[in-house]
């Protein structure tokens, strides 16, 4: 099985770090192969813009998605997305590791997500959910938070204070992974590392290598049957 | 009333670009000020790093939020963050205006939110929510999308097929405006303008101007107050 980690966070020791390092590891160790787009160390450039092709559609008036079909359709993406997307392709299993920053993914991680998945080669013209252009591979999140369990799992008195932890993954789980087709697995959180000693990050690091191996003998959630719903009507306002 | 609008889109002539135009005109009309982040045309770096800082707490491991910590404490944050701080305190009423992508923001303004809202200026040491440090402000989003309404808040047997709306919004209107404080006005959200004709265009932007006008006469939902809560506790594993 080929695995993609992509990687968010800037620091080589953070808890981010040994995380991927450790999955690198285990995963290795069970005769996959590792890719880790490590982002911060490949200075990845998270802003979408014509930056993201060689080829241009209309030079007077910037349509993401229409540049990023006419570059589908004329080899026409730039050469660091065309390596990611060779990356995201050649994977079974796409892990995204990072910091919760602000409830979702630090900018550099979105910016993978913004400019990597791009109309006609990762979605469109039919391509989605369990249609979609990634399906047959499996997604999983590995995360760390600054805050405690019970500030986002809610479960003693909290409820309410933060954004509760379903609207935190959706826009992953739901709007990335099974968007674009993937099953996705059940996420690993490291609640608070930077309250944690080192006995006790050392247990986290062995509780996400043993999630690992049971979530990869897991097929994962299954996205959303698109034939099951009426199709996309682009409803006419007055 | 200054407003500042954090404007994320890089077409000047887009719809986004059109409803900030429409937004300005209207509010400088009834007399307000108005201050626009354009951040494709700012060039903003959306990167949290180490270029977050003029100051250093520790050059051997970069944690982000001690690094926010002494630099707030140190007059440290670099004249890019620095600036874009002191708009927002001075505003009273701060809109996003953005088109969604992939669910949430484009990646350089989730970078803004990442970068400026530092810990110790913005949030921490107790301030956050009813006792957030922009207290007394309010924030409104204002957004594009790509697909039609039913996709979005589902009420024609689209229910599943994409992440409700209720957890598109949260990371913004709970996670950002909330936690920091702020009240929240209703967003404006123009649903697929792409797919709207020149007169529906108009229509929808008049829209926005009425959406704007009744907004500012309204208070906005308030956070949650914080010591309705337990106090966060950094539970130790075992």
């Known amino acids: 099985m080929n695995v993609l980690i992509v990687h968010a966070h800037h620091e080589p020791k953070s808890f981010n770090g040994a995380m991927t390092a450790r999955a690198t590891k285990e995963l290795e160790a069970a005769g996959h192969t590792v890719v880790v787009s490590d982002l911060y160390a490949m200075g990845f450039n998270p802003v979408s813009d014509r930056r993201n092709f060689t080829t241009v559609a209309n030079g007077d008036y910037l349509k993401q998605q229409r540049e990023e079909q006419h570059a589908h359709d004329n080899g026409g993406f ?26 979702g993914m630090p900018a550099i991680l979105k910016g993978w997500v913004d400019r990597v998945l791009a ?11 369990d249609s979609g252009a990634l399906s047959g591979k499996r997604g999983m999140v590995a995360m760390t938070t600054g805050g405690p369990e019970p500030m986002y799992v809610a479960p003693e008195g909290y409820e309410g ?8 993954m959706a826009p992953v789980h739901h709007g990335v992974f099974w968007f674009t087709g993937m099953r996705v697995l059940e996420p690993y959180i490291a609640w608070a590392p930077a309250h944690l000693d080192d006995e006790q990050r050392a247990a986290t690091l062995d509780g ?4 690992l191996h049971e979530q990869l003998e ?3 959630a299954p996205p959303p049957v698109a034939a099951e719903y009426p199709p996309p009507i682009f409803v006419r306002k007055q």
Chains 1, 2 share one sequence.
């Not at 660091?80 to 796409?94: N, T, V, W, Y």
């Open 161 to 168: 204070l933060n954004p509760p932890l379903s609207s935190i």
């Open 218 to 220: 897991r097929e994962g």
């Open 78 to 103: 730039a050469p660091d997305i065309s390596a990611e997307m060779d990356k995201l392709d050649a994977c079974d299993l796409l892990i995204f590791q990072y910091p919760l920053w602000w409830f």
């Open 208 to 211: 996400y290598a043993a999630h």
């Open 119 to 129: 109309m006609g080669r990762m979605y469109g013209g039919g391509k989605w959910f």
